[in-house]
């Protein structure tokens, strides 16, 4: 409960500072950002965006390594010490763990849609709610389909944190463990893909 509540809240920070900052459209995702590509046949932003999506996630860990200082030489558990960068799953099952990424995304990037969509929009539902929406999003999707793989649901969670769990130097940290570093990297892709193609078909 505090975990999920906190991700909702942060999710609903970034958002209100990357409005704030001129990023009209808020993507702090790669999964999102593609998906509002296929939404829109545009893709002129992907690669640009997502490139800085995922610098910014691995400055973050940096602050997060920096921020729990002495908590790492004093935690004896390494996979406690992972789960401060990068997913793990509760049952470790490839196909099952890329499943529950791909529906966790999907639903992610289909309900934001419909929460942006030009009939809330032009209605005036939204408005400067929307990032309190999209949080609300997250802490749902968190709270009903979060534990079976800590959902990611965003590339930039899980590749450039995990990097940055294998090059810091954290006391006893152990592995990094690559072998499932794929899940939650092509997951969320695939999820955001099929909620865009999705909204696309229903012309929102």
Not at 11 to 35: D, H, Q, R, W, Y
Not at 50 to 78: N, R
Not at 119 to 124: I, Q, R, Y
Not at 191 to 197: D, E, K, M
């Amino acid at each position: 409960m505090v975990i999920t509540t906190g991700w909702g809240f942060a999710v609903m920070s970034a958002l209100f500072v990357a409005i704030a900052c001129g990023s009209k459209e808020a993507n702090i995702n790669p999964a999102v950002t593609l998906g509002l590509a296929i939404a829109t046949g545009s893709y002129s932003k992907v690669v640009s965006y997502s490139l800085a999506q995922m610098s910014g996630a691995f400055v973050g860990s940096i602050l997060v390594w920096a921020h729990f200082g002495p908590h790492w030489k004093e935690t004896e558990d390494p996979l406690l010490k992972r789960m401060c960068f990068c997913g793990v799953p509760a049952i470790r099952n490839l196909f099952a763990n890329l499943l529950s990424e791909i529906i966790c995304t999907f639903v992610l990037v289909f309900v934001a849609g419909a929460i942006f969509s030009r009939a809330l929009v032009s209605s005036g539902f939204v408005g400067i709610a929307g990032p309190y929406l999209v949080g609300c999003l997250v802490w749902g999707i968190g709270l009903s389909l979060g534990g079976t793989t800590g959902y990611g649901m965003n590339p930039a969670r899980d590749f450039p944190t995990r990097l940055a769990h294998a090059v810091l130097p954290i006391a006893g940290k152990g592995s990094s463990d690559w072998s499932y570093a794929p899940v939650p990297f092509f997951g969320p892709f695939i999820g955001g893909s099929l909620a865009g193609l999705l909204v696309r078909f229903l012309h929102w």
